[in-house]
């Protein structure tokens, strides 16, 4: 029979992993009445996958969550928060401006709502798929090297 | 000459011109990274700089009718929010870099089908879009760190497309790797800088400093924080002796690289601290002066001749030229330095030549190396027999480098000079005279070995470079042509550029 040397560590991170995704949507929709959000989320969800791409080899991780589709989320996310500010401009006002999100009167306050958590929504899905393109573009990179031949 | 743009544009558009210049290339930079094809994603950068361009013209127009414009982002008022603003010393730099960006990407097409791998074309035409629109947003942005930000967006994406050139050159890799560090160390002392504004001035925008700084002037965190900026700043811009990282950049990065950031980046650097130093901080200041007189004012003098000096003993054609581009940022830098009206527009108006002739030095260059396979100044021998059109702009270029009359290195070398002698600046016009001096011996090495020397059997292989490299190429020379005839429309931007700069950046 083949011994796991890691089975602690299997056990952990498949308890941690889900609390770990779970606390970054936590921090992702808190974003929109305090500081950061998208950014923090971003990361601790990346983190998550990169965790378990740790423990579980970086193969199993790219049937996960796929390196194009990594990179996909990047450009979508990066887009989602430009297109908010365009939408602005194309409601009448100056870009980024969320008072022009959706159509309300002049002490409608509803858009700055809306429009923070769809950028901080683009910020999430911009940093965990920049983050997980790093690990992978590190993490698959094969030594041109050997170290045996040093 | 120039058209209406302005009126063309619909109505509705023309408030939003600030921001229209930098959203259309950043926007589009992620979806050129999602195409499979790579001649859409050149098609999709060329539209977006292309639109870009026209903004850029827009608002100059716009600037020049209405005098400052000024754009909140997310309707947050400055000095609160952040400001887009454009007044005449940033719209003459949004059309240079967005003109030099257009050619550019033409000149593209043809370059990194050899220079680049397949399979990453379309992810170096979107970085290459984001180093665009970083430097445009350098330029436009009335933010002091916001400033910053697009700094790093763009010299992150500059880091890249340096390294891009390692899949030919393996020494392009230790080059951005060279250029990263120092590019990071000059970002860090701008920000720390700012910090240090911040902390004694209480904001983050521009013009809003300005006003508070000469209450707060004489406070050692000042002085420290303009200390960082110059610093900072002087190193993005390769002002000697922190132009280290320049030569390998360009040497080893691909042809068209090397081509946009020799016309743009160190330009957009040296606007930002022409900015910082007379539109935030002001010539009046008198650590500014000591500054002026016994640090920018040495160092241009010893670039403009120590490095023509190293220039004249290259081998390398590329790295000659880089090493020239640094000595012609010691010309720009000594016009600065003389902190008159007069020397900061003679230094804009060589900084926009030298965009135009190093821009075209560079692609004629390339032109050659796509069917020599070498940059080496000996390869180089009668290749004008081959690539006649070619070896002609190079040519015309390369006088109007060295400032032969009838050109637009002479104009603004003219220009130089004057504003020197205005001050009895002497000794500036000798060393700008032994500069140009070395200029022609360098130039003359290269022209000789291009046009007189006789080509051996490799040489005669070399072929005419395609149309496509020699249409940007022809339109940058016939420009220095031009605008050594008549420099009215650059030396009118240049002067409204002193003006609002000397009048502490309100008109």
Redesign the interface.
């Known amino acids: 029979m083949k011994t796991d040397h890691h089975v602690i560590l299997r056990v952990t991170a498949k308890f941690l992993i889900p609390i770990i995704t779970l606390y970054a949507f936590y921090v992702q929709f808190h974003g929109d009445y305090s500081p950061g959000g998208g950014f923090q989320a971003g990361v601790i969800f990346a983190v998550g996958i990169i965790l378990y791409a740790l423990i579980f080899g970086v193969v199993e991780a790219l049937r996960l969550v796929p390196a194009t589709f990594a ?2 989320l ?3 996310g ?2 989602l928060y ?2 908010v ?2 939408w602005a ?1 194309l409601n ?9 999100v959706i159509p309300e009167g002049p002490d409608g306050h509803w858009g700055q709502h809306i429009g923070i958590i769809v950028i901080e929504l683009g910020v999430l899905f911009a940093v965990a798929g920049s983050m997980l393109t790093i690990f992978y573009a590190f993490a698959g990179r094969a030594p041109e090297i050997d170290d045996e031949d040093w | 000459m120039l058209i209406d743009v302005l009126s063309l544009l619909p109505e ?1 558009w023309v408030r ?1 011109l600030p ?1 229209l210049v930098v ?1 259309g290339p ?2 589009l930079s ?2 050129c ?2 195409m499979p094809k790579w001649r859409i994603a050149w098609a999709l950068a060329l539209f977006g700089i292309i639109t870009s361009s026209v903004f850029a013209f827009a608002l100059l127009q716009d600037v020049m009718a209405h005098g400052r414009i000024s ?5 947050w008022a400055p000095p609160l929010g952040i400001e887009f603003a454009a007044d005449m010393l940033n719209a003459p730099v949004l059309v240079l870099v967005s003109v030099i960006g257009v050619l550019a990407t033409i000149f593209a097409m043809p370059t990194i089908v050899q220079d680049i791998n397949e399979e990453k074309r379309s992810l170096f035409l979107s970085a290459y879009l984001l180093c665009f629109a970083g430097l445009m947003g350098v330029a436009i942005t009335g933010d002091a760190f916001n400033l910053f930000v697009f700094l790093e967006i763009s010299s992150i994406s500059t880091y890249v497309l340096v390294a891009i050139g390692g899949s030919r050159d393996r020494r392009a890799f230790t080059a951005a790797y060279n250029y990263l560090i120092m590019g990071s160390l000059g970002a860090t002392f701008y920000v720390i800088g700012i910090g240090f504004l911040y902390a004694a001035t209480g904001t983050l925008n521009m013009a809003d400093m300005a006003s508070r700084i000469p209450e707060v002037a004489d406070s050692k965190t000042i002085h420290a924080g303009f200390a960082f900026i110059v610093a900072g700043l002087a190193l993005k811009a390769a002002m000697f002796p922190l132009h280290q990282w320049l030569p390998n950049a360009y040497t080893y990065s691909p042809s068209f690289v090397t081509v946009f950031l020799s016309a743009t980046a160190t330009k957009v650097a040296f606007y930002a601290l022409v900015r910082l130093l007379f539109s935030v901080f002001s010539p009046e200041l008198e650590f500014q002066q000591v500054v002026f007189t016994w640090v920018l004012a040495p160092m241009a003098a010893v670039a403009a001749i120590a490095c023509s000096f190293q220039a004249v003993f290259q081998t390398n054609i590329k790295r000659m030229l880089a090493y020239s581009s640094v000595a012609q940022v010691g010309y720009m830098l000594m016009g600065l330095s003389l902190a008159s009206a007069a020397g900061l527009s003679a230094s804009m108006f060589h900084m926009i030549n030298h965009a135009l002739m190093k821009g075209a030095l560079f692609m004629a260059v390339a032109g050659v190396v796509m069917s020599l396979g070498s940059s080496q100044l000996k390869d180089f021998a009668g290749v004008a027999r081959k690539a006649p059109w070619t070896a002609t702009a190079l040519g015309i270029s390369a006088l109007s480098l060295v400032g032969v009359p009838l050109t637009a290195g002479f104009l603004s070398k003219v220009a130089l000079f004057q504003a020197a002698l205005m001050q009895d600046w002497w000794w500036a016009v000798v060393v700008l005279a032994i500069s140009s001096v070395l200029a022609v011996l360098y130039v003359g090495r290269m022209l000789e070995t291009v046009f007189f020397k006789t080509p051996g059997p490799a040489q005669l292989q070399v072929k005419e470079a395609p149309l496509m490299l020699l249409i940007p190429l022809w339109v940058l020379a016939l420009g220095s042509i031009y605008f050594g005839l008549d420099a009215s429309f650059i030396t009118s931007l240049t002067d409204g550029a002193a003006n609002v700069a000397f009048s502490g950046g309100q008109p």
């Open positions: 990179r996909t990047a450009l979508f990066f887009l430009g297109s500010g365009v401009m009448g006002g100056l870009f980024l401006d969320y008072d022009f | 509705s939003h921001v959203l950043m926007l992620p979806i990274a999602a754009y909140a982002l997310g309707g």
